[in-house]
């Protein structure tokens, strides 16, 4: 059973640390996006990749958040430095686009997230 | 602009009551349209896709364009139907990208 993994589950830090998100989407999949939730705003899409190029990291704050995906089995989220308003759980979902942009049939997980506390 | 709106955060239902989780969208073109779950401090779980005009866990969806809806019902609700419900749309003009509503959090009494 194929599942999107994340690292670290939990992560407590103090603020102005530097923090690194680690996700494996699904072998084959050619979408991953990165989601931030919160009680307040609930999912808020961050950034996504196609074939690992950046399509949107519009949601991201550029001065402090990056994402990279490194390779086709790793994507990365670095906040630097965080901030007690990052506290949230991070996901990560990969998904199957085919040709015409529609979604591959019941080819979109997430992975169980990572739950950020900045201090 | 694509945008999903679920006008209820929060929905309480009893045991065995039908239940339905509203969900209305606006986007330009032919959206695919979700139902994503979410149970407690678990991974969000797709529940439904309209496309394949599926019945999950007794859930049933149905796309109404001319109301640019698409309600999650159920018939008899159960006590562990009891989580998050996000309704999400993806559209081709978008680059496939998932927008998700704001959640409804559902809550079956016994």
């Known amino acids: 059973d194929a599942r999107v993994t994340q690292t670290p589950r939990h992560k407590v830090t103090e603020m102005g640390q530097e923090v690194t998100m680690r996700c494996q989407p699904i072998l084959g999949h050619n979408t991953v996006f990165w989601y931030r939730q919160t009680m307040m705003q609930g999912l808020e899409l961050l950034a996504y990749?196609?074939?690992?190029?950046?399509?949107?990291d519009s949601g991201m704050p550029k001065d402090r958040f990056s994402a990279e995906m490194p390779d086709a089995t790793l994507a990365t989220l670095k906040i630097q430095p965080s901030e007690p308003r990052d506290s949230a759980v991070y996901f990560c979902?990969?998904?199957?686009?085919?040709?015409?942009?529609?979604?591959?049939?019941?080819?979109?997980?997430f992975g169980p997230g990572t739950r950020l506390t900045v201090l | 602009a694509q945008r999903v709106t679920q006008p209820e955060k929060l929905l309480s239902v009893f045991k065995g009551a039908p239940v339905e989780l509203k969900c209305n969208y606006s986007?330009?073109?032919?959206?695919?349209l979700f139902w994503y779950v979410q149970y407690s401090r678990q991974r969000l779980q797709l529940l439904l896709r309209h496309i394949s005009r599926e019945s999950i866990k007794g859930f049933t969806a149905d796309l109404n364009k001319g109301e640019t809806s698409f309600h999650l019902k159920k018939p008899f609700a159960q006590e562990e139907d009891s989580a998050m419900y996000y309704c999400a749309l993806s559209g081709k003009t978008s680059g496939s990208r998932l927008t998700f509503g704001e959640g409804t959090q559902l809550t079956v009494n016994p």
């Open positions: 979902a990969s998904g199957l686009v085919l040709a015409g942009g529609r979604w591959g049939y019941n080819e979109q997980f």
């Open positions: 986007y330009s073109g032919s959206p695919e």
């Open positions: 990749f196609r074939n690992r190029a950046p399509l949107d």
